[in-house]
């Protein structure tokens, strides 16, 4: 049921590989949640829960507590959540269950809107950006809220970026978190054909741009320490590459991409400078 070149399904088969079949899924409302089906059936092959928008990892803390009562300690309780229910919605439970560093981990998928809705702006939503709620002529200002250094404030074991276009990158990002005791957070870029307006033939090549630009960079963060980067690009191409194939951003100027580069430019000088 998933729309041709979906990023999430991409992502979803990789973390499955890794995490096996003694695993429970917790899904809020997201595109995650029509694709593996409607209540009782499911595509996933392991157990999954569907909650609501704002619930992801209070349900999550809940079933572990189950589990544990029964001495199931060795079964990994992920939430599946997108941006929306990650960035936004979902996040007041979630900095409860990262505070308490409750035994779940969890799994944003992010395709930067509330793409199963219509494609509204979330606050994933890139600065320059598109959406039905940000049309072209008045395009997203603020820039995307970095939700990964706001979880590993909450001085969590750990927390991790991942691209599709990186599968190596990403399950062994999986396998670390799965045997990892605490709250483990990891933030995979899924693109979005209809989303982001491209041909779905091209989904990995518009991650691995992400990384390649910069624009989405490859990091670790253990217990609050500084980010450390697990990939680093041998020359990092133009942010205006990584724009382009998107009709999300057919209407930026210029001045507005040359912005854009700037940002992340100074955004990778920072990064590089804490590797040193």
């Known amino acids: 049921m998933a729309c041709a070149g979906c990023g999430e399904r991409v992502a979803m088969?990789?973390?499955?590989?890794?995490?096996?079949?003694?695993?429970?899924?917790?899904?809020?409302a997201c595109c995650a949640a029509v694709v593996?089906?409607?209540?009782?059936?499911?595509?996933?092959?392991?157990?999954?829960?569907?909650?609501?928008?704002?619930?992801?990892?209070?349900?999550?803390?809940?079933?572990?507590?189950?589990?544990?009562a029964q001495a199931q300690h060795a079964t990994t309780v992920v939430v599946w959540a997108g941006d929306g229910g990650t960035f936004d919605i979902g996040f007041q439970a979630l900095s409860a269950a990262a505070e308490r560093n409750e035994?779940?981990?969890?799994?944003?998928?992010?395709?930067?809107?509330?793409?199963?809705?219509?494609?509204?702006?979330?606050?994933?939503?890139?600065?320059?950006?598109?959406?039905?709620?940000?049309?072209a002529?008045?395009?997203?200002?603020?820039p995307k809220k970095d939700i990964l250094a706001i979880l590993a404030a909450h001085r969590i074991p750990y927390a991790a970026t991942a691209s599709v276009a990186f599968p190596e990158d990403l399950m062994a990002k999986v396998a670390r978190a799965k045997g990892i005791h605490g709250t483990r957070f990891l933030h995979i870029l899924a693109p979005c054909p209809?989303?982001?307006?491209?041909?779905?033939d091209l989904t990995i090549r518009l991650a691995r741009?992400?990384?390649?630009?910069?624009?989405?960079?490859?990091v670790e963060i253990e217990a609050g320490a500084p980010p450390r980067l697990s990939y680093t690009p041998p020359s990092p191409r133009p942010v205006a590459e990584y724009l382009a194939a998107q009709g999300r951003f057919a209407h930026l100027t210029p001045g507005a991409?040359?912005?854009?580069?700037?940002?992340?430019?100074?955004?990778w000088a920072r990064l590089q400078s804490i590797q040193e």
């Not at 209809?194 to 779905?200: A, F, I, L, R, T």
Request: include cysteine.
């Open 13 to 28: 088969r990789l973390a499955l590989q890794v995490l096996g079949s003694d695993t429970v899924f917790v899904i809020p």
């Open 36 to 68: 593996d089906g409607v209540f009782p059936y499911s595509a996933m092959g392991v157990p999954m829960l569907h909650t609501a928008f704002e619930t992801g990892a209070s349900v999550a803390t809940g079933v572990r507590a189950s589990l544990d």
């Open 103 to 135: 035994n779940i981990l969890y799994v944003c998928y992010d395709n930067e809107a509330y793409m199963n809705t219509g494609v509204q702006r979330s606050s994933a939503t890139p600065a320059g950006a598109w959406t039905t709620t940000t049309p």
């Open 137 to 142: 002529n008045m395009p997203k200002a603020r």
């Open 194 to 200: 209809s989303g982001w307006k491209y041909e779905p």
């Open 209 to 218: 741009l992400a990384v390649e630009t910069c624009v989405f960079p490859l």
């Open 257 to 267: 991409i040359a912005s854009i580069q700037q940002v992340v430019e100074q955004e």
